[in-house]
């Protein structure tokens, strides 16, 4: 069987990605990126022979057949369109849309298309998420009543590394990303244990000033962690966040049913616990189970290599077999499972912003509910010509960067 052809878009994140392309059959024909000395470095890392563009339409014109949208987080929707016209496969990261309308537009020109799209979220398939779905499927924890999982990234504001590669200019979409935006990988683990879709989403932004000389040029203030709930369609409950920055550094999910429970615990790698009552637990198991879980899959080798845990590798890999095998991603992974998490990070901003108020989550499929929101076009992020946000990023709406908290963001950028 052919090779299948791949173009990346963003080659930051783009090219990380590369080593699991190539193990997955597939052959890296195209870049494109604004920045084209980074593009360059990028194709000698990938042996030269490919091609390089700054023209997005130009870039998807070379013959491919699929694309890696891996550009600016909140900018996925108009290029998966343009690739959606062509026919073409869309692996798209982090969220699907950066506006509610962009999810409507997405599903009309989705629906008009034979392109296969499939959100890139791998957190799920980290070694202990794939062992709490596993528990899940087997049905002993009984009917699933909530979950929870957490992103929890705290980031060192001296570390010029990370400023440098992630955070590099003032209109970085990080320095307006509401804590409640960047959340598919603590909802989608949850979502793809579980297999329940959000319904209604409520949420409340917990605060801490920033110091006066610490640098940095966010617009998001003291929010420091969106906590989020939400009711899903089967009647469970989650509580999840978005990037949030509390306590120690860790990825952390639990499950919790009528009959037991299994949660990944902080702090300790890889291990699971997996409880049961006395009365309900099943034949061989203890009321308390500590293990780590195998990976039980034939391409360890090229996981144990892979970034975020393995979860890249497998991630790819599932892209890469729905399209030889013709079909859509399941849910979490597919378009409307997409826009779901999408609009609960948008409708959970919303949320906070009015006290915690909660709001329904709307379903695409649905054409009167598309037609309300066709014309939603509020955002926390500023505009690719310079225009300002349509919403407050912050639930603090007068924070500004001091002069000096940006003058020591720009001194940490040129260390």
């Not at 640098?215 to 709930?229: E, K, Q, Y």
Request: charged share 25%.
């Amino acid at each position: 069987m052919a090779n299948l052809k791949i173009g990346i878009f963003g080659v930051g994140r783009g090219v990380d990605l590369a080593r699991d392309f190539l193990h997955n059959g597939c052959d890296i024909v195209a870049l494109c990126d604004t920045r084209r000395e980074k593009m360059e470095e990028a194709a000698q890392r990938l042996g030269g022979n490919v091609a390089i563009y700054e023209n997005f339409d130009e870039f998807i014109e070379h013959g491919m057949d699929a694309v890696v949208l891996a550009n600016y987080f909140h900018e996925h929707a108009p290029y998966a369109i343009k690739c959606f016209e062509r026919n073409i496969h869309v692996y798209s990261e982090c969220i699907s849309n950066g506006t509610m309308a962009e999810g409507v537009e997405l599903i009309r020109a989705f629906e008009k298309s034979s392109s296969i799209y499939m959100l890139a979220e791998n957190y799920p398939q980290m070694r202990t998420n794939r062992e709490i779905k596993r528990v899940c499927d087997g049905g002993s924890l009984g009917k699933i009543l909530f979950a929870e999982g957490e992103y929890n990234h705290p980031v060192s504001p001296t570390d010029a590394g990370f400023s440098k590669r992630y955070n590099y200019f003032e209109g970085h979409w990080r320095n307006y990303l509401p804590r409640t935006y960047y959340i598919t990988h603590s909802l989608g683990p949850v979502m793809w244990a579980t297999g329940a879709t959000p319904k209604r989403v409520s949420a409340f932004v917990a605060t801490a000033p920033l110091a006066e000389d610490r640098p940095t040029a966010s617009r998001v203030g003291g929010d420091n962690s969106a906590i989020i709930l939400t009711q899903n369609d089967d009647g469970s409950v989650f509580r999840v966040c978005g990037c949030a920055a509390f306590g120690a550094h860790n990825n952390s999910y639990r499950v919790c049913g009528t009959e037991g429970q299994i949660e990944s615990l902080r702090g300790m790698s890889n291990k699971i616990m997996l409880r049961y009552n006395s009365w309900s637990k099943p034949e061989g198991m203890e009321d308390n189970n500590l293990y780590e879980p195998s990976w039980n899959d034939p391409d360890e080798e090229f996981i144990l290599k892979s970034g975020h845990g393995g979860g890249d590798y497998l991630t790819f890999r599932m892209f890469v077999d729905c399209i030889r095998e013709g079909r859509q991603p399941e849910h979490p992974f597919d378009i409307h499972s997409a826009v779901t998490m999408s609009s609960v990070a948008i409708l959970a901003h919303r949320s906070a912003l009015a006290g915690g108020t909660s709001f329904e989550i709307p379903d695409f499929h649905d054409e009167a509910c598309r037609v309300q929101y066709e014309n939603d076009n509020l955002t926390p992020f500023p505009g690719e010509d310079g225009s300002e946000p349509t919403i407050c990023p912050s639930t603090c709406p007068d924070h500004t960067p001091s002069e000096l908290q940006l003058k020591l963001y720009h001194e940490l950028l040129n260390s």
